[in-house]
């Protein structure tokens, strides 16, 4: 699996990487266990600052989606995923609103920004078998 | 002076100067002596031009010096070795020189076609590379070379009371004793260690690819680090090779023309070798390494040869200039290999030094 950024986005950089890695995992090309690059190793790689990619190795950590140990590295949680909690949909409320409010501006159908929302969500499972 | 030192001189010379000058045709087609150029340059026939003047310009250089230093050892043959390392090092200052005139040379061109090298905005990584299997050799391929050391070694140590009790080698004579004996397999040692470090730099290196064909560049780098830990590994069993077969011409009383045989075989196997894999790299290729954050101009410094970026967490880039990789001189860890490759230098010299010096008078 490949990690694109793009250094002139308004996204910062640990957002696209922390979102990049969050697609590899709900894709499956990421599965459970699957061991991932060390920060400093990553951080070589894509020619950044190691606490850009430790940023992002720690907000998926926080969500539950890696496990960060200092020996074994950083791994996909092997544990299963965490659930969806109502923290977790009130950032979904949060997010989606400004999609929302940006696509009514333009004049856009609520079955289009649904039927979009749709598309997008399987396209990402898709590579699973979809679900 | 014999005719094999002057084959040792001349050829050592010879080898130092081909390098030199062809060492513009290596590295990145698009860096032109540290000049980043973009795609459309490279059919610019100017282009083409600065490398082959800079070509001739050093070998005109290195035949004038070469010239001079031969009049130089006819009258003064005992000075072999200080007539070799001063010709060496005239050679590179004028090659530095040549260096300096072909990148003004780049600029004034670049300048004056208005090329603008388009700086990449994206950053492209595997997650995935070098997961599977390592693009390197294991460092147990070094057990081959550790091996045959050991063998050096256990024979020394077991036909201890045959070695004469003073040793020759060449026209240089020791008395026997347990550094005299063995220090050829400390070199042995020093040899294995370097070249494992080097292999394992080879492994931490840098795996940036090209956001324009990820897959495509990650198979090139991962075949350029196979070949250079190959060619690594190679080049070390050979040295200790060598090293075994001095060590056993200086204890055993092997033929001593077999010095000169196994040390001239062994150069020319390694530039058979160095030149062979920098054609083939270049025919395939898996010498045009595109590593993105390294590719900025103002990161190197020095006629492009010094990579010095403090915003790239790097230590090891690939060289745009020729050959391999090249440090990140902006990085804290750099003075570590920079102060190892020193010493270790610094102890070939002093062990070196006085065999070859004899040698060559």
Not at chain 1, 19 to 27: F, H, P
Not at chain 2, 188 to 215: G, H, K, W
Request: hydrophobic share 45%; proline share 3%; glycine share 6%.
């Amino acid at each position: 699996m490949f990690i694109e950024l793009d250094l002139q986005s308004d996204t910062p950089l640990y957002t696209q990487l922390a979102d990049q890695l969050t697609e590899g995992i709900a894709s499956g090309e990421l599965k459970p266990g699957d061991p991932l690059p060390s920060i400093r190793r990553l951080a070589e790689d894509l020619g950044i600052n190691l606490h850009t990619v430790n940023k992002a190795y720690n907000l998926l950590k926080q969500e539950g989606l890696l496990q960060v140990h200092r020996k074994t590295g950083v791994i996909v949680q092997p544990d299963g995923m965490p659930g969806v909690t109502e923290a977790f949909e009130a950032k979904l409320r949060r997010q989606l609103r400004s999609l929302a409010a940006a696509a009514a501006v333009r004049g856009m159908a609520e079955e289009v920004f649904a039927q979009e929302s749709k598309s997008v969500y399987r396209d990402i499972i898709t590579n699973r078998g979809g679900e | 002076m014999t005719q094999e030192q002057m084959i040792i001189i001349s050829s050592s010379y010879l080898m130092i100067a081909l390098m030199l000058s062809l060492q513009v045709y290596t590295g990145l087609r698009t860096v032109l002596f540290g000049i980043v150029l973009p795609e459309e340059a490279l059919k610019d026939p100017s282009v083409r031009a600065i490398r082959r003047n800079y070509a001739l310009l050093t070998s005109i250089f290195a035949a004038f010096i070469g010239g001079a230093c031969l009049f130089w050892l006819r009258h003064q043959p005992a000075r072999g070795l200080l007539i070799l390392t001063s010709s060496i090092l005239l050679l590179m200052i004028a090659s530095s020189f040549a260096a300096r005139l072909s990148r003004i040379s780049a600029q004034h061109l670049k300048a004056a076609r208005g090329w603008k090298a388009v700086v990449q905005k994206k950053r492209t990584a595997s997650l995935t590379a070098g997961r599977m299997h390592s693009p390197v050799l294991s460092s147990w391929w070094y057990s081959a070379n550790a091996g045959v050391m050991s063998l050096c070694i256990l024979l020394a140590i077991a036909r201890w009371d045959t070695i004469p009790q003073v040793l020759h080698l060449g026209n240089c004579s020791f008395y026997k004793t347990g550094w005299t004996v063995f220090s050829l397999n400390f070199v042995q040692v020093l040899n294995i260690t370097v070249f494992v470090c080097y292999n394992l730099l080879i492994s931490r290196a840098r795996t940036s690819l090209d956001p324009q064909d990820r897959e495509g560049s990650l198979q090139k780098q991962l075949k350029h680090k196979r070949i250079h830990s190959l060619l690594a590994w190679s080049a070390s069993l050979l040295m200790v090779i060598f090293y075994g077969v001095t060590q056993a011409i200086t204890l055993y009383g092997w033929k001593g023309n077999l010095l000169f045989l196994s040390g001239m075989s062994l150069c020319t196997a390694l530039l058979v070798a160095l030149f062979g894999v920098i054609l083939y790299m270049r025919i395939k290729g898996i010498d045009q390494l595109r590593d993105v954050p390294s590719l900025e101009e103002k990161h190197w410094k020095w006629l492009g040869r010094l990579y010095v970026n403090p915003e790239d967490p790097a230590l090891i880039v690939p060289n745009t200039r020729g050959f391999g990789w090249t440090i990140n001189w902006a990085n804290s860890r750099s003075k570590i290999i920079i102060s190892a490759i020193l010493a270790v230098l610094v102890i070939e010299f002093i062990i070196c030094y006085p065999i070859f010096n004899k040698y060559l008078q």
